[in-house]
């Protein structure tokens, strides 16, 4: 089989080389490329005669996909497969497999992160430091006793739960699926409008697709309270950003912590969120630590060296 690695796994070079090796040992071709072109016509030309790829987050569609007919296995490094043409493959039979699981841990750290740098002005403590201010203005809230609304309530959302309860606060939930575990803690799951209503934080954990794009309408952000906290470390897509950047500026709602956007950063100067009032932008990063890249690397070798055993693990189709 010819394998091609379409863009570095941000690894190191020994533990890269480890799993090159095993690969090769089988007696399988495989060719890393160790930067990343995000063109179709790249793209296309480092996956032509290829039987299987691995990505990470870069945008592989039809127009690559159609020019690359030995392709049978897409191998993804990351969680959300909303970058690839998952129809296309469906269609063509083109086995898909992703990388869940690898950043639970940091994604569910960073938003709590960013709860906690939002609740005490922390950036803004910072620059009155170096600016030789005291802490007039900057007098913040505690989480414990907050209301937190965890939207998706799977792993990295569970995750984020039990970070909470640690904090001592309270946690109503909304999910396609309700956990009985988490009930049984004492979560408790309502209609969206009511966790959106209800919350002291809101913070979304949910993949990104045809039933969740745009659900965090203006609707929904405008029945939130005033003093509430919107934290996204999932995809900028589900949230209508123009409404969220009005109700910040509008004193609608108190602030928000946001990683991700409707595109991969750097994103426009004119985005509405860059200049919105109370808001802590991140590009992208909930999932980049290095502990999660050395976990990401092996659950995507160990779905190669699956596959060209005969099986699909961490299969999407």
């Not at 954990?205 to 029945?223: Q, V």
């Not at 969220?244 to 950063?265: H, Q, R, S, T």
């Not at 190669?304 to 099986?311: P, T």
Request: contains cysteine; hydrophobic residues 45%; charged residues 25%.
């Amino acid at each position: 089989m010819k394998i091609a690695l379409l863009e570095p796994l941000s690894i190191r070079e020994e533990i890269l080389d480890a799993f090159v090796t095993k690969i090769k040992a089988l007696g399988h071709e495989i060719t890393v490329y160790s930067d990343r072109d995000t063109s179709p016509a790249g793209l296309q030309a480092r996956s032509e005669g290829m039987d299987a790829v691995i990505i990470a987050n870069t945008p592989y569609r039809e127009d690559v996909l159609k020019a690359c007919p030995s392709l049978r296995y897409i191998d993804v490094a990351f969680t959300g497969v909303d970058h690839i043409d998952v129809e296309y493959c469906r269609k063509k039979e083109i086995h898909l497999s992703n990388a869940s699981g690898y950043s639970d841990i940091c994604v569910a750290e960073l938003a709590f992160g960013m709860m906690l740098s939002l609740s005490r002005y922390m950036v803004q403590c910072d620059q009155a430091v170096r600016e030789g201010r005291d802490k007039t203005g900057l007098v913040g809230t505690e989480l414990a006793g907050k209301t937190l609304g965890v939207i998706g309530t799977g792993k990295i959302g569970s995750r984020v739960i039990s970070i909470a309860r640690a904090f001592g606060m309270d946690v109503i939930a909304y999910s396609r699926t309700a956990k009985p575990e988490l009930e049984a803690a004492g979560v408790k799951y309502l209609p969206l409008e009511k966790v959106m209503g209800l919350s002291d934080i809101v913070t979304l954990h949910t993949p990104n697709n045809a039933e969740t794009k745009g659900l965090i309408s203006r609707e929904l952000i405008g029945g939130m309270k005033p003093s509430a906290v919107f934290i996204n470390t999932a995809r900028g897509p589900i949230v209508d950003s123009q409404a969220l950047a009005d109700a910040l500026n509008e004193g609608k709602i108190a602030a928000a912590g946001i990683d991700v956007f409707e595109m991969e950063p750097p994103i426009p100067a004119g985005h509405p969120l860059v200049t919105a009032k109370n808001v802590l932008l991140a590009p992208h990063v909930a999932f980049a630590t290095k502990e999660a890249m050395e976990r990401r690397a092996k659950i995507v070798f160990e779905n190669m060296l699956a596959w060209l055993d005969g099986v699909v693990r961490n299969q999407i189709c």
